[in-house]
């Protein structure tokens, strides 16, 4: 449910920047839809509302979370305010080079890579699962920060959006799956180990 909620504000970027030209009056106001401009402040706005309401509902501030909104806030404002939407389309492989980089240095500083640290609590893995997972993660990030470039600089703004939508979601659920797919022979493995013998 939660990983849902995290689409919301790509979704509404989507959509705003679908009514570029389109003109709303609320009383005497009138709000033109100005692009990638306006679609970027609404997704400023709807992040800053969904982690904070995330948080009011968890009772706690997830720092992936946090450092998404940052990268969304700080990006995207460079992107108003000087009118150049490079920034916004460059926040997405800044921030997965980032986390790459991060789950990587993971593999060679400290005793637990990123993903035991993350995950460790919750899962019994032996060290070489908790390894493929981080590389799996890192190349994961390293691949989706590639190619939103190769979109970004390759094809249309107008695509662009769209596979910034479109992407996310099937990222997402592709790295779930691989992610699955990774950590059941594991699980199946420490099933079969911890199964009680048969007198």
């Excluded at 662009?160 to 992407?167: D, I, P, R, T």
């Amino acid at each position: 449910m939660k990983q849902l909620l995290e689409f919301i504000p790509i979704i509404l970027f989507f959509v705003v920047y679908q009514q570029n030209g389109a003109t709303y009056s609320f009383g005497e106001t009138q709000i033109t839809i100005d692009g990638i401009y306006t679609a970027t402040l609404v997704l400023m706005v709807a992040s800053t509302l969904q982690v904070f309401g995330t948080a009011a509902w968890e009772r706690k501030f997830e720092k992936r979370g946090l450092w998404t909104l940052a990268a969304v806030l700080a990006f995207g404002a460079a992107t108003i305010l000087l009118r150049n939407e490079l920034f916004i389309q460059w926040k997405p492989t800044v921030f997965n080079w980032v986390l790459a980089l991060l789950f990587i240095g993971s593999q060679f500083i400290g005793k637990k890579t990123i993903m035991e640290r993350t995950l460790g609590s919750q899962l019994t893995l032996p060290k070489v699962a908790w390894t493929k997972l981080n590389l799996l993660w890192s190349a994961h990030f390293s691949i989706v920060g590639a190619l939103n470039l190769y979109v970004a600089y390759g094809f249309s703004e107008e695509i662009w959006v769209s596979y910034k939508l479109y992407s996310a979601i099937g990222f997402t659920l592709l790295l779930t799956a691989l992610t699955a797919i990774l950590m059941t022979p594991y699980l199946k493995a420490l099933k079969t180990d911890q199964a009680p013998e048969e007198s």
